[in-house]
């Protein structure tokens, strides 16, 4: 049984770091798959935020994160971390990450295995 699940979340302020782990069981991290990361802000639609592909370790980004987000992982810990810099107070959302068979799936929000998400509030 795949179980996906983030930590990390918190209250920072604008221009501050944070780092996001999301921890995945019954999924190796060296398999074909991906794993993204997506977003919901107050009283918008959820959103890829990025993801990572584990076959050919290849990243993707939205344009909101590009230079600020990056996304890695650790096959010993099976955990990918969203690590996030310069934040702003739109990157304020519920974070989620979600386990896929491929990319495609992430692109097309339809990733199989859902994480509970995490709250980040960027706030002075």
């Known amino acids: 049984q795949v179980q996906v699940g983030e930590s990390g979340g918190g209250l920072v302020q604008p221009g501050g770091s944070l780092r996001l782990s999301c921890e995945v069981s019954?999924?190796?991290?060296?398999?074909?798959?991906?794993i993204g990361w997506f977003r919901q802000g107050p009283g918008q639609e959820r959103e890829v935020v990025g993801c990572?592909?584990?076959?050919?370790?290849?990243?993707y980004y939205a344009d909101s994160a590009k230079g600020r987000f990056t996304i890695f992982k650790d096959n010993t810990k099976n955990t990918v971390y969203l690590q996030m810099t310069s934040l702003k107070d739109e990157d304020t959302a519920v974070y989620y990450c979600?386990?896929?068979?491929?990319?495609?799936?992430?692109?097309?929000?339809?990733?199989?295995?859902w994480g509970q998400g995490t709250q980040v509030t960027v706030s002075s």
């Open positions: 979600a386990a896929a068979d491929a990319v495609v799936e992430v692109l097309r929000m339809s990733p199989r295995y």
């Open positions: 019954g999924f190796t991290l060296d398999d074909d798959g991906a």
């Open positions: 990572i592909s584990f076959a050919d370790i290849m990243t």
